[in-house]
């Protein structure tokens, strides 16, 4: 079992072209084809965590947030990032880092953080957009079951709840094969016509290649045409934040003491409370303060998230309860997340989950 192995697998959960502009998401140290001894799951890399690591023979640390988030010019000993850096490569172990692609599927940490809370019928708050694409193919009619049947399989056609999305239209192709060709059908230097498919179904971008090697594989011509359109559209399932609903109304104090007991919680800094009853919650882990209006819009009742700054607390307009509850207390459940996926996939390998605490923030109570 490779490195390699591991992070193909991770990226089918949450694929990298679905993190942000800014992040600095995937192997950050070491090298895809070496042979993985093991898998360390960390909410952050700290020298502790990868000496954790080394102890327990493992060479691979796959942590939510990135070890190195903007540019490097020195590695030097002087921080924190340098020295985690340097016992890392010494100790030939390899980082790993699933951040803002994990942050924007729904199943990712913010479905975690509403699986703790039991929220229902969940909707991503801001979906994001030019993620979606439409391929359009032309396929002889009797052969047309096989290759939308391998383009499903290859993971078009899914729309929400829905899967095996597609649209068939009926009509006549043309083609003169030339000197040189080896047509399906027809004959060389005649232009023939054929009954054809127009089949159209919608794919994430993330997929194009392996689609497109799908359908390649399936159709019957030897010069396959197809067209890759770029959409506008929304994916549902994918983009920032999310939007639920508690299974019972609940007054504000039970909501701040729901998340006080499913986060383990110290303390809370919230906003004034309004004195509704609370039956809708939107949330974002780790800063969230820019969703604040997109929260007010959904007509929540809570916005549960982190690191708001003083200023922030005022975009509430006595609306909305905004509940702030610390950027690792938000997604420390998000290691349980990784490590539920890979232990599932990976029966008879050793996943661990880190027992340093690498939560910064204390408090004096």
């Not at 729904?106 to 509403?114: D, E, L, M, P």
């Given at each position: 079992m490779t490195i390699g192995s591991i992070i193909n697998f991770l990226e089918t959960l949450a694929p990298p072209s679905l993190q942000e502009s800014y992040d600095n998401s995937g192997l950050i140290i070491g090298s895809a084809q070496v042979q993985c001894t093991g898998i360390l799951i960390s909410l952050d890399v700290t020298e502790a965590v990868v000496e954790e690591a080394e102890k327990a023979g493992i060479n691979l640390i796959v942590a939510h947030h990135p070890l190195i988030f903007s540019g490097l010019k020195k590695i030097q000993n002087n921080n924190y990032v340098g020295r985690t850096v340097i016992k890392a490569i010494k100790s030939d172990i390899a980082v790993y880092a699933i951040h803002t692609n994990l942050d924007n599927?729904?199943?990712?940490?913010?479905?975690?953080?509403?699986?703790?809370?039991?929220?229902?019928?969940?909707?991503?708050?801001?979906?994001?957009?030019?993620?979606?694409?439409?391929?359009?193919?032309?396929?002889?009619?009797?052969?047309?079951?096989?290759?939308?049947?391998?383009?499903?399989?290859?993971?078009?056609?899914?729309?929400?709840?829905?899967?095996?999305?597609?649209f068939v239209g009926d009509g006549t192709g043309n083609f003169k094969a030339l000197p040189g060709a080896t047509p399906f059908v027809g004959e060389t230097g005649q232009r023939h016509y054929e009954p054809e498919a127009r089949l159209e179904v919608i794919y994430p971008t993330e997929i194009e290649n392996e689609l497109v090697a799908a359908l390649k594989s399936a159709h019957p011509y030897e010069e396959v045409a197809y067209d890759l359109v770029a959409l506008q559209n929304s994916d549902p399932g994918i983009g920032t934040g999310l939007v639920g609903e508690l299974p019972d109304e609940m007054d504000e104090i039970s909501?701040?003491?729901?998340?006080?007991?499913?986060?383990?919680?110290?303390?809370?800094?919230?906003?004034?409370?309004?004195?509704?009853?609370?039956?809708?919650?939107?949330?974002?882990?780790?800063?969230?303060?820019?969703?604040?209006?997109?929260?007010?819009?959904?007509?929540?009742?809570?916005?549960?998230?982190?690191?708001?700054?003083?200023?922030?607390?005022?975009?509430?307009?006595?609306?909305?309860v905004i509940a702030d509850i610390g950027h690792f207390e938000s997604e420390q459940f998000t290691c349980d997340l990784l490590f539920e996926r890979l232990q599932e996939k990976f029966l008879n390998f050793a996943v661990l989950k880190s027992g340093v605490e690498t939560n910064p923030v204390k408090y004096f109570i």
């Open positions: 599927v729904i199943q990712g940490v913010n479905g975690k953080i509403a699986e703790r809370l039991g929220l229902q019928k969940l909707e991503v708050l801001v979906p994001k957009a030019g993620m979606l694409r439409k391929l359009h193919t032309f396929v002889p009619t009797d052969h047309l079951d096989k290759v939308r049947d391998a383009l499903y399989a290859a993971g078009a056609g899914r729309i929400g709840n829905y899967d095996e999305v597609g909501v701040l003491g729901l998340l006080r007991e499913r986060f383990n919680l110290k303390v809370i800094r919230h906003t004034p409370l309004t004195g509704r009853m609370v039956k809708k919650v939107a949330l974002c882990g780790g800063a969230g303060s820019f969703l604040i209006s997109n929260a007010l819009r959904t007509g929540a009742e809570f916005f549960v998230t982190a690191d708001l700054k003083y200023h922030e607390f005022f975009g509430a307009e006595s609306r909305i």
